[in-house]
């Protein structure tokens, strides 16, 4: 799977709109983006995901870049319970493989009123 | 519709002990992945399975640790002769299809004293 880099902490204020960044320059064109969020002592939770088109849901939306090198996850209207640590990952789109999620280090997200 | 349950969600086992992990994924889900956060570290893949097979192992320690995903009942992760490194989180993933996300239960907390 390609690496991901995500800065490793980010502030954000209550109703703000909150973009997380994703670097994954060495991706590969069947490798999808996959965003999830660990809020503490929780499962991880699937947030949203995409190959190269943005994508929006009633949780979040994506930006992948025209080379695909980079992504932004955009909370629009941040609230308290935003506060987690949010992971980009990089999923192979096939193959025996594909339930291999590597989870890096991510960004903790904080959320001050 | 339930999401992915795990049981126990604290387990306490003494040196040299067994510890089973139980997972009920989603209702419709045929594939289930377990996933192991040790304290302060990210979530590490351990295994995949779908009914009844192992699909993907790489990730599980060759010794002590199987799993199984029997055609009834929930997936089991079962460790043999507990060590204290093994107390960590294990999270149990379950998805409807190979390609699609993977939803996540919220953890067995595993301590070995």
């Known amino acids: 799977d390609a690496k991901t880099t995500q800065p490793t902490s980010m502030d954000c204020a209550e109703g703000r709109a909150a973009n997380l960044p994703c670097n994954h320059s060495t991706i590969s064109g069947n490798e999808y983006v996959y965003w999830y969020r660990q809020i503490h002592s929780q499962g991880p939770q699937y947030i949203i995901h995409?190959?190269?088109n943005n994508e929006t849901n009633e949780m979040a939306s994506l930006i992948i870049t025209e080379d695909r090198k980079s992504s932004t996850l955009i909370l629009p209207h941040a609230t308290l319970r935003d506060t987690a640590v949010y992971y980009c990952?990089?999923?192979?789109?096939?193959?025996?493989?594909?339930?291999?999620?590597?989870f890096g280090q991510g960004t903790i997200l904080t959320v001050h009123p | 519709n339930a999401g992915v349950m795990q049981n126990p969600r604290h387990l306490v086992r003494r040196r040299g002990q067994e510890a089973r992990l139980r997972c009920s994924p989603m209702k419709g889900h045929s594939h289930v992945y377990w996933y192991r956060q040790l304290p302060e570290e990210g979530l590490k893949f351990m295994v995949y399975l779908q009914k009844e097979n192992i699909i993907d192992e790489s990730g599980m320690p060759k010794e002590r640790f199987s799993a199984e995903f029997p055609k009834e009942g929930p997936s089991i992760l079962r460790i043999q002769q507990v060590v204290r490194g093994d107390s960590a989180a294990y999270f149990c993933?379950?998805?409807?299809?190979?390609?699609?996300?993977?939803?996540f239960g919220n953890g067995t907390r595993l301590t070995v004293t």
């Open positions: 993933a379950s998805s409807p299809e190979l390609r699609s996300p993977l939803h």
């Open positions: 995409g190959l190269k």
């Open positions: 990952i990089v999923r192979v789109g096939g193959g025996t493989s594909y339930g291999k999620l590597t």
